[in-house]
C-alpha cells in the first residue's frame, strides 16, 4: 500500500520542534489509517493525500498479482 503524503513547507520549524510527537503521530497515522489520527497532523502542516491521478487506473495489487478495478 502506498501512502501519499502532503508537507506545508511554512511548517518546517513546527515540525522539527514537535520531534518525536510528531513522529508518532505521523507513524500512527500511517499504521491505522484512520482520519482521526491523520486530523492530529494537520497542526504540523502534514495531510493525506487521498486523490489519484485521473490518468492512472484503479488496480488492486495482491502479492505479484495485479488486478484493475472498474
Known amino acids: 500500500m502506498r501512502t501519499i ?3 506545508n513547507n ?3 520549524t513546527v515540525i522539527r520542534d514537535g520531534g518525536q510527537e510528531a513522529a508518532d503521530l505521523l507513524a ?3 499504521m491505522s489509517g484512520s482520519d482521526a ?3 492530529r497532523l494537520r ?3 502534514i495531510k ?3 486523490e489519484r491521478h485521473p490518468t492512472e487506473p484503479a ?3 495482491v502479492g505479484e498479482r495485479e ?3 472498474r
Do not use: M, Q, S, T
Request: hydrophobic share 60%; aromatic share 8%; glycine share 4%.
Open 67 to 69: 488486478i484493475a478495478v
Open 28 to 30: 500512527r497515522a500511517l
Open 48 to 50: 493525506r493525500v487521498v
Open 5 to 7: 503524503i502532503e508537507i
Open 43 to 45: 497542526p504540523y502542516g
Open 37 to 39: 489520527a491523520w486530523d
Open 10 to 12: 511554512d511548517r518546517a
Open 59 to 61: 488496480k488492486v495489487v
